[in-house]
Each structure stands twice: as structure tokens, then as C-alpha cells.
């Protein structure tokens, strides 16, 4: 079921570069058969206070690149600032934010907002701003609002349920 | 096993934080009410400072405490959402010298072999 093959993926590759050859050589493994799941993953911190927030990122990354399905990220206490539209971090460091809409639109990834932990935080859609008389929202493109029902069907949709929090 | 209706799995919610000092607490206890609608088994397990959670006579109004709603109470009507499984860390409890007789709610000690052997039976553990 489970046996990785070797392969050599490119052939050799033998670069010269004044007196030194540099000898490049690509292995790639690779599963026969590859079981693919569906994850779940639910991010309790906000964005660069603390680690979590950019390890879900990583980890929902690397799933879809390997062929999993993320069947939903649940944003939760803190988290929820993970979708705050008015974030702007110095130039030189990642943007948390942009970085989880661009991957939700390269894989229609379903990005959920607490609506209860986002509200006692100030983060409102158009529709939220507009029942509580505010008079901006703040929800990043690729995000949307929703109850913590959402949260309870992943766990119950999805193979593994992945925390990531303090 | 996905998409069918009536799947019943088993949640567990870890309880790790005391109460007042973050929001995990209350934010913990508002997924398992909202949980409790789609009758999942659920359990509650209170290990470390969560074990405070529990603690009868939490005092912590604008006169008498920290200005915070006491959401103890909370637990006590757990019961009436079929949420009866609550279980408390042997050794976290004895560290900080409480007794069963402390707590709110009717509970069951769990050594930490027991505790491991709980969280091994779940499909779904939720750590606040």
C-alpha cells in the first residue's frame, strides 16, 4: 500500500561555474499510492502575537500542496483578528493576512469568522457593521462571518480536526 | 462516513486556562453550548489551571471582584443540554489543593493514565 519509490526526477545536471563544478542532482520520493485527507483547522491566535496563527497557515499550505483537502479554517478567540482587512504590517515582514485571502482564492479554501468572538473584538462584515450601526467593517476579501455551529461541523465533516493556539 | 446525516462523533473539550485570566474559558463553554444542538458525545476534561473553572464561590463583580461576569454557573446547567460527562485531572487538582467537594458540578478524577486513555478515545479534541 504504502511504498515510496525512488526515482531520479531530472537527469544529472552538471553545471561549471569558472574552476568549481557544482553537481546538481534532483531525488524526488514519491508514494505508489497516496491517501489523501480531509483536514479541518481551527487557528486561535492572532496574528504576529503569537506562533500559531502562521504554523496554521504553514500547515494548511503544505496540505494542499501535498494533495489533502482542507475542508475549513475556523478562526476563534483571538484568531479572528487573522482577518482584519486594516492590518498593515512593516514591508519587510509577511502579511498574515493577505497571505491566508490569496491562498483561499488559489484554493477556493473556506475561511470562517466567529461571529460571536468577532464581535466582542470589533471585526464586522458589511452586513454585521450595518445591524450594529457601525459605521466601518473590516473583513478581509476570502474571509466570511458565521456562527460556531461551523466549527462543530468540521470537526464532525473533516478526518482530523487540527488546534492551533496557545 | 461524511456527509451522512446522524453521524455521531466523539468531542472532547480540553479545558486547560483558569477563568477569568483569558477568554478561553467562556469562549470554550460557548462552542460546547452551541455544540450541544448537534448532539455529538461530548465530554469536558479540566486539567492545570482549568481546574479552577469549577471552583465554587468565584466572586468577581464590579463590588466584590474583578468587574467580569461570573459565568460559573454556566456549568452547573450543563446537564440540561446533555452535556453530563466532565471529567478533572487527579493531579491538577491535588496540586492546588482542591477536592471534588470544591467544585460546582458532580465530576469524575481521572489519574493521568486515565486521562490519556479519554483523550485517546476522541475523534475530536478541542484544547482551550
Not at chain 1, 79 to 85: D, I, P
Request: charged share 25%.
Amino acid at each position: 500500500m504504502n511504498r515510496y519509490q525512488l526515482s531520479i526526477n531530472a537527469p544529472v545536471v552538471l553545471t561549471q561555474t569558472g574552476a568549481s563544478i557544482t553537481v546538481i542532482i534532483h531525488f524526488s520520493f514519491f508514494k505508489g499510492e497516496v491517501h489523501t485527507m480531509k483536514f479541518a483547522v481551527l487557528v486561535n491566535e492572532g496574528p504576529y502575537q503569537h506562533q500559531a496563527s502562521d504554523s496554521a497557515y504553514q500547515f494548511t499550505r503544505a496540505a494542499l500542496e501535498k494533495g489533502h483537502e482542507i475542508f475549513r479554517v475556523f478562526f476563534y478567540h483571538d484568531g479572528v483578528n487573522n482577518a482584519s482587512r486594516l492590518t498593515v504590517p512593516p514591508q519587510d515582514d509577511r502579511h498574515i493576512v493577505n497571505r491566508w485571502s490569496e491562498l483561499a482564492k488559489q484554493h477556493n479554501l473556506d475561511l470562517v469568522v466567529c461571529i460571536a468572538a468577532a464581535q466582542r473584538r470589533g471585526m464586522l462584515d458589511e452586513n454585521e457593521a450595518k445591524r450594529h450601526g457601525k459605521d466601518a467593517n473590516n473583513i478581509a476579501e476570502g474571509f466570511r462571518i458565521s456562527g460556531l455551529g461551523q466549527l462543530i461541523e468540521a470537526g464532525i465533516q473533516s478526518e482530523r480536526l487540527v488546534v492551533f493556539g496557545d | 462516513m461524511e456527509d451522512e446525516e446522524g453521524v455521531v462523533k466523539k468531542f472532547l473539550y480540553l479545558n486547560r486556562k483558569a477563568p477569568y485570566g483569558s477568554i478561553y474559558a467562556l469562549e470554550s463553554l460557548e462552542v460546547v453550548l452551541i455544540g450541544a444542538a448537534f448532539e455529538q458525545d461530548v465530554s469536558l476534561a479540566f486539567i492545570d489551571d482549568g481546574v479552577y473553572q469549577l471552583k465554587k464561590g468565584q466572586q468577581t463583580s464590579v463590588s466584590t471582584g474583578i468587574g467580569v461576569k461570573d459565568f460559573s454557573k454556566t456549568y452547573r446547567a450543563l446537564e440540561g443540554y446533555d452535556v453530563e460527562k466532565l471529567y478533572v485531572d487527579k493531579k491538577s487538582l491535588e496540586e492546588r489543593g482542591l477536592s471534588t467537594n470544591d467544585l460546582l458540578v458532580d465530576v469524575e478524577v481521572l489519574d493521568d493514565a486515565q486521562m490519556a486513555e479519554l483523550m485517546e478515545q476522541q475523534d475530536v479534541v478541542l484544547s482551550f
